[in-house]
């Protein structure tokens, strides 16, 4: 049981240009959410997050966005750059007596063209 | 400030063998996490530690994997005996409280022939 689905494995954008990566969840108990970017060979580096409360929150050239309604969130990337070519992960947490552990996303790899 | 450290990088070992991986997480950092990722798959958690003690470990095949944070800082797990589906690479985080920024490690890649 996939509780956190991210349905495109990978999406090529031109750079410049604006990258939406799409996330759906169907655990209700989720509060937080997180977007991870990895490199081959590196772990994952923490990118932006959102809680339950909000439906947007920014971070430079980085916006996630949450429906909360819907159980999906999306993570806009303006403009697109070179380096922004990676695999995302989105990724979830339920409060539950301090085990926080995330519940990943099987990752997009998005590649951005020149 | 240091990241979180893994060792080694690369172990290749064959099945029924056992094998260790070592963290050290950020300095401070009282949670630690170890996840595994499947290739094509994301992290999943193994076990997570609130200083020395265990927070949830449900998701740890206990026939075989054990973990241990003996003095709240650094942290090893075991697999014994190694099966060929346990190929992955073992990440291990630290955050300083909650999940928020959880900072990972660059992993350990354990191949079993």
């Known amino acids: 049981d996939q509780q956190v689905k991210q349905n495109s494995p990978s999406l090529s954008v031109q750079e410049g240009r604006i990258s939406i990566l799409n996330c759906d969840y169907t655990?209700?108990?989720?509060?937080?959410f997180l977007w991870y970017k990895k490199y081959p060979a590196e772990g994952p580096t923490f990118l932006i997050s959102i809680s339950s409360i909000k439906d947007k929150n920014e971070d430079g050239r980085f916006t996630v966005f949450l429906n909360k309604s819907a159980k999906h969130l999306s993570l806009h990337i303006v403009p697109s750059q070179p380096g922004d070519s990676a695999v995302y992960f989105c990724?979830?947490?339920?409060?539950?007596?301090?085990?926080?552990?995330?519940?990943f996303g099987k990752g997009t790899h998005l590649i951005i063209q020149p | 400030e240091a990241g979180v450290a893994q060792s080694p990088r690369y172990k290749i070992i064959e099945k029924r063998q056992s094998v260790a991986f070592w963290c050290n997480p950020i300095s401070g950092h009282a949670t630690l996490y170890w996840y595994q990722q499947i290739l094509g798959q994301g992290p999943k958690l193994l076990i997570q530690?609130?200083?020395?003690?265990?927070?949830?470990d449900s998701q740890l095949p206990k026939d075989r994997f054990s973990a241990e944070r003996l003095k709240g800082v650094d942290s090893t797990l075991k697999i014994q005996p190694a099966k060929l589906e346990d190929s992955a690479v073992y990440l291990c985080?630290?955050?300083?409280?909650?999940?928020?920024?959880?900072?990972f490690g660059p992993g350990t890649r354990l191949t079993v022939t």
């Open positions: 655990n209700s108990m989720f509060d937080y």
């Open positions: 990724a979830a947490s339920a409060p539950g007596g301090g085990a926080d552990g995330l519940t």
């Open positions: 985080a630290s955050s300083l409280d909650g999940p928020y920024e959880q900072y």
């Open positions: 530690f609130q200083n020395n003690g265990v927070v949830d």
